[in-house]
């Protein structure tokens, strides 16, 4: 079974960063998609960034590009989500995501072409 846990959330002021943890368990499978995905309270879920665990390959929403960066360490079996100049906007739910389908990354949507979650970290930025 498939299993992902999320860390690293937390309380910061605006402009600050926070770096997120996934480290994902219980699959045989090389190559994978597995993303970060937020939601915030009375919004609807969407997609942050998307990593292909064979070759590296990045995705990102418009809104956090040249702030977040997704990145990977395969023999951690950990997926990253540094995240800098933080915005209000940023505040939510914060949950990875994993598809051993690898061309499922790219369409970050809200997620419906990945196939495992975890159950998120909160991260709350203040104005």
């Known amino acids: 079974q498939v299993q992902l846990v999320e860390s690293g959330g937390g309380s910061v002021q605006s402009g600050g960063s926070l770096r997120l943890s996934c480290v994902a368990s219980g699959y045989t499978v090389v190559s994978n998609c597995v993303g970060w995905f937020r939601q915030a309270p009375g919004k609807e879920r969407e997609g942050v960034a998307q990593i292909i665990t064979t070759n590296g390959n990045t995705y990102y929403a418009d809104s956090v590009k040249g702030r977040f960066t997704i990145s990977q360490d395969n023999a951690k079996r950990t997926v990253y989500l540094q995240m800098n100049s933080l915005k209000f906007e940023d505040s939510g739910m914060y949950y990875c995501?994993?598809?051993?389908?690898?061309?499922?990354?790219?369409?970050?949507?809200?997620?419906?072409?990945?196939?495992?979650w975890g159950k998120g970290t909160l991260v709350t930025i203040s104005s």
């Open positions: 995501a994993l598809s051993p389908r690898p061309w499922r990354c790219g369409a970050l949507g809200r997620g419906e072409g990945m196939d495992y």
